[in-house]
């Protein structure tokens, strides 16, 4: 009777997933409209439940505004239908893992070994998922030891990133080195990185290489801030902050008002006090108690003529 079920679900997989997601939905996502998406891609899967792509992107929707819970059922789905695909158990993982930081001590555990179990999945099916491996990194960093935190994993991991892209490997290790308050080493993997990005292969888009991509927003964040430190390219720099504002959702994990207080920083290095007032203002309002931003504005205020 199984073999049964499986041919007929086979045969008619074209009819099921035939169906194309309507342009608008699209539209809809990048004006970042998720609510309303939702709402067109839950009525969507009632019509065709067995479309993946849809199912996909309503997962994707709901991690979107946060509805952690019902992403995670959106991936449970797909990784039953399709348990080798390594990006169903990447995302399925990432969900997981912000249960679990809204989840009671006890729950979180749990989570967190199944956030660990999706990553290991997604990285033994697919050798060059680079996301996975950043997520690895982030969260062997941020976890506590109690619960399997561990510097040294994380800097496998930044290994194995390493191999996939360069310049991913390298700013993986800048964010766990300054984590570690390894200062010297940060900066040592920020300069490699910078260096990599000045290289011909890179610059050059006709032999660009995949060593070179800005493969994540989280990824321009910290070009961006390596410029910043080492005070070139500013123009760039700023652009790579912008650009990191305007593409921010809930999976990349650099908070947005630090953002906006390195843009400040980058106008006051340029002489321009308005637009790091703008830019600070910006911060506060999304966090009243960011102290960074609060004691810069004072400073610059303080200097401004009455």
Known sequence: MKRVCF????????????????????????????????????????????HLEAIEQLGDA?????????????????????PDE?????KYGGVLGKMAKES?????LGLINQTKKSFTTAAKLD?????????QVQLYVQLPGFLGGSYDKAIAYAEELQSISKLDGYFAKVYI?????????????????????????????KHHSEHCKINSN?????LALAYLSEKMELNTAAFLFEKYISDFSSADTVPLELAYFQLANL?????????????????????????????AKKRILMTLPD
């Open 177 to 205: 080195y300054e984590q570690m308050d390894d200062h010297s080493l940060a900066r040592e993997y920020m300069k490699k990185g910078i260096k990599l990005r000045q290289d011909f292969s890179c610059l050059n888009s």
């Open 127 to 135: 050798p060059y998922h680079w996301a996975v491996r950043w997520a």
């Open 62 to 82: 709901y991690g979107r505004i946060s509805e952690w819970n019902r992403a995670s059922k959106c991936y449970e789905k797909l990784i039953r239908v399709k």
């Open 104 to 108: 009671s001590k006890f729950k979180a």
């Open 7 to 50: 041919f007929l679900v086979f045969c008619f997989q074209p009819f099921l997933f035939g169906q194309s997601i309507p342009k608008d939905f699209n539209a809809l996502w990048k004006v970042k409209d998720y609510k309303s998406l939702v709402e067109k891609l839950e009525q969507f899967t009632v019509l065709y439940p067995n």
């Open 86 to 90: 390594a990006n169903y158990h990447y």
């Open 267 to 295: 106008c006051l290095i340029q002489d321009n006090t308005q637009g790091a007032l703008t830019h600070l203002n910006h911060a506060l309002e999304l966090n009243s108690d960011f102290d960074l931003a609060k004691n």
């Open 218 to 222: 989280d990824l321009r964040y910290y």
